[in-house]
C-alpha cells in the first residue's frame, strides 16, 4: 500500500492543508490502488480518473491561489459516491439493467456540496439493485467482494463503498441507508460508517427507493473523519421539501477524552437468539469499555423491535413500488422499440428489473391493494407510530442505545441462496433506526474467529449526530479496531 | 398465507411485469412465505394509534413559491431515444397508429 492511501481523510486533509501533499498526487494514488485492487474486489461500477485528475488539478490551482483560512478543510480530498446518487456526466446506473446507460443530467445535492468544497470524485462504488439487498449480489454488475475475505460479502446496499474504503482505494465515500445499507457494509467491512437523522441531508438527486426511510451517509475509517465531512453535506435543501432547516452540524467535536455523564442505553431486545456468539461478546466488551471512559449503562426496553422486520418489509416495498413505477422505457433508461405502449413499459421492467426488485415491486404493490391495504401498509404503519415512540420514550431516560449492527459477520458470497426470507433477517438491528428516522453510527469492535471484522452501532435522538460522532471519537482514541487493515 | 398462482399473476399485471413460468412459480413460493412473516403483525392491538407515513421534522417546511430556472429540455431530453423536436415521442395510447 502506498503511504498515502494509507492515511485517513483527516490525516490527508491535514497534509493538504498544510500544503505537504497536493491533491493530484493523492488522487493518483488513489487511482492506482483502485487499478491494482479492483479486479479482485469490484468496489466500483464505473470510475472516472480523468475527470478525477482533472478536479485534482482544479484543486491544487485553487489552493496555489489562495490563502489557507479561504479555503474549505476538504479542498483536494478524494471520494468515492455509491451508485444510486446522481452525478452529473457520470452514468448511475443503480445497480440496475435499467439504468445501464442512464446520465444523469444533474447532481444530488449532498454531492453538489461536496464537489463546491473541491472533493474530487473518484467513481461510483457498485450496490445491490436499488438499494434493496444486504450483499451487493442484487447489483446486476456483479458482486463485490470483502477485503478481509474475498470468499465472503462486503454486506450491502453500500457494500462498494464501504469495501473501498476498507481496502483504502477511497479515504472515504458517501452511501445510503434505507434499512441499514450504510450500518451493515460498514460492519461488515471493519470501517465506520454514519446513517443521519431523517432530514439532515437532502435526498434530491438520490434516486428514491423508500422514500420515508433513505438517507444519505458516510463511510470512512473513523468517526473524527465522518465529523470532517457531515457538515458540509448537511443541511436545509430547497429541493427536498423534507430536510429539515437546521444549519449543518458542527464540524469540531467537543474535544471529548472520556464518556463521563454519557448515558448509554442496553436494550436486551438487540441480544437475542441468532446473535452470533463472538459478535454478542464483542460488542458486550465494548460496552464495558465504554463503561470504563465513564459512560453509565443503563438497561432499557424497546418492546416492538421484533415487529420491524414485518413493518419495514411492508412499508419499503409499497414505497418502492410507487418510487419504481416511474422506469417505463419512455424517459430515460432502457427503452425498447416497441411501437405498443403497454408492451415497452412491460418490455423494459421485465428485461431491466431483477429479481429482488421485481418480488419488492409486487410485494408492496399487494400490501397497497384494495382489501389487504388496512391488514398489511395500514397496520404497519400503526406499528411504526409504536416503534418511534419506544425510541421517544427511551431516550427520555438515556443519551444513546447500543447494539450490535448485524447479528452476523460477513457470510459466503452465496450464503443465503435462494432465501429473500433469511437475506431480510440480517437487517433485524438496523432498520428500526430508519423506521424511527433516527442517526446511527457503526463503528468497529473486534474480530469473529475467522478473523473478520464485527461492528456496534450507537443510535441516538434525532439531530444528535454531532454527540454520536464525539462519542466514538473517545471510544476510538482508547482503541484501535478502527485502525486494522485487510492484508491485501 | 399462500398466494395462488392466479394472484401472481394479477399482481405483476398491475406492475407491468411479464413473468416466465419460472418465475412465477419461485415469486408465487418467495411472496407467500414473505407474508407468512409479515402477518405476525396482526398480532398486536393498535387500535386508537395513529399511523406514521412519513418523518417530518419540525423544522422542515414548503420553501416560498418562487420562480427559478429548472432544466433546459435539452437536459430532460438527454437520455430519450425516441423524442421528437422538445418532447417525448411515445406510442399511441389510443387505437393504432394510422387510425
Known amino acids: 500500500m502506498s503511504e498515502l492511501t494509507s492515511l485517513t481523510p483527516r490525516e490527508l486533509t491535514s497534509l493538504l492543508s498544510a500544503r505537504k501533499i497536493s491533491s493530484v498526487e493523492i488522487t493518483r494514488a488513489c487511482l492506482d490502488r483502485i487499478q491494482s485492487l479492483e479486479g479482485n474486489l469490484h468496489a466500483f461500477i464505473t470510475l472516472a480518473p480523468d475527470a478525477a485528475l482533472e478536479q485534482a488539478r482544479l484543486a491544487d490551482k485553487k489552493r496555489a491561489e489562495s490563502r489557507t483560512d479561504e479555503l474549505s478543510p476538504l479542498l483536494g480530498l478524494p471520494i468515492a459516491v455509491k451508485d444510486v446518487l446522481s452525478v452529473e456526466g457520470i452514468r448511475c446506473t443503480c445497480g440496475s439493467k435499467i439504468l445501464e446507460d442512464y446520465i444523469p443530467p444533474y447532481t444530488a445535492t449532498s454531492v453538489q456540496r461536496l464537489v463546491d468544497a473541491g472533493v474530487v470524485i473518484l467513481g461510483k462504488t457498485n450496490t445491490d439493485e436499488f438499494a434493496m439487498g444486504s450483499s451487493t449480489e442484487n447489483s446486476a454488475y456483479g458482486v463485490t467482494r470483502n477485503p478481509w475475505d474475498s470468499t465472503r460479502v462486503p454486506g450491502g446496499s453500500s457494500g462498494g463503498s464501504a469495501a473501498a474504503v476498507a481496502a483504502r482505494m477511497s479515504p472515504a465515500a458517501l452511501g445510503t441507508d434505507t434499512g441499514g445499507s450504510v450500518r451493515q457494509p460498514a460492519s461488515f467491512c471493519g470501517v465506520s460508517g454514519l446513517k443521519p437523522t431523517y432530514g439532515r441531508v437532502s435526498r434530491y438527486g438520490l434516486i428514491a427507493y423508500g422514500s420515508s426511510l433513505d438517507s444519505v451517509g458516510v463511510l470512512a475509517p473513523s468517526a473524527e473523519d465522518i465529523a470532517t465531512i457531515l457538515p458540509v453535506m448537511a443541511g436545509y435543501d430547497p429541493h427536498d421539501a423534507t430536510s429539515a432547516k437546521l444549519g449543518a452540524p458542527r464540524a469540531n467535536l467537543d474535544g471529548r477524552e472520556d464518556l463521563r455523564g454519557i448515558r448509554v442505553g442496553f436494550p436486551e431486545e438487540y441480544f437475542s437468539e441468532g446473535l452470533q456468539a463472538d459478535v454478542e461478546k464483542a460488542v458486550r466488551e465494548a460496552i464495558a469499555r465504554m463503561e470504563a471512559l465513564g459512560a453509565e449503562i443503563r438497561p432499557v426496553n424497546l418492546p416492538h423491535t421484533k415487529y420491524a422486520l414485518p413493518v419495514y418489509y411492508l412499508i419499503a416495498p409499497a414505497e418502492a413500488s410507487a418510487n419504481l413505477s416511474r422506469y417505463d422505457g419512455i424517459r430515460f433508461g432502457l427503452q425498447p422499440d416497441s411501437e405498443e405502449l403497454l408492451e415497452r413499459f412491460v418490455s423494459a421492467r421485465s428485461t431491466g428489473f431483477g429479481a429482488e426488485v421485481k418480488r419488492r415491486i409486487m410485494l408492496g404493490t399487494y400490501a397497497l391493494s384494495a382489501g389487504y391495504y388496512d391488514a398489511f401498509y395500514g397496520q404497519a404503519q400503526k406499528v411504526r407510530t409504536l416503534i418511534k415512540r419506544d425510541f421517544e420514550s427511551v431516550f427520555g431516560e438515556v443519551d444513546m442505545v447500543a447494539g450490535p449492527v448485524a447479528p452476523t459477520t460477513a457470510f459466503k458470497i452465496g450464503g443465503h441462496g435462494n432465501d429473500p426470507l433469511a437475506m431480510y433477517l440480517e437487517d433485524i438491528y438496523t432498520l428500526p433506526a430508519n423506521l424511527a428516522g433516527i442517526p446511527a453510527l457503526a463503528f468497529p469492535v473486534g474480530f469473529d474467529q475467522a478473523g473478520l471484522p464485527i461492528g456496534m452501532q450507537l443510535m441516538g435522538a434525532p439531530f444528535n449526530e454531532n454527540l454520536l460522532l464525539g462519542c466514538v471519537h473517545a471510544f476510538q482514541q482508547h482503541t484501535d479496531w478502527h485502525k486494522q487493515k485487510p492484508a491485501i | ?99
Open chain 2, 1 to 99: 398465507m399462500a398466494l395462488t398462482r392466479k394472484e401472481v399473476e394479477h399482481i405483476a399485471a398491475l406492475v407491468r411485469l411479464k413473468l416466465s413460468d419460472t418465475e412465477l412459480v419461485e415469486f408465487q413460493h418467495q411472496l407467500s412465505s414473505i407474508l407468512d412473516h409479515v402477518r405476525s403483525l396482526q398480532e398486536l392491538d393498535t387500535h386508537g394509534v395513529e399511523p406514521t407515513s412519513g418523518i417530518l421534522s419540525a423544522n422542515a417546511g414548503l420553501r416560498p413559491d418562487e420562480p427559478s430556472v429548472g432544466l433546459t429540455p435539452a437536459r430532460v431530453l438527454q437520455n430519450a431515444r425516441h423524442k421528437n423536436q422538445d418532447q417525448f415521442r411515445v406510442p399511441p395510447v389510443f387505437g393504432a397508429r394510422d387510425e
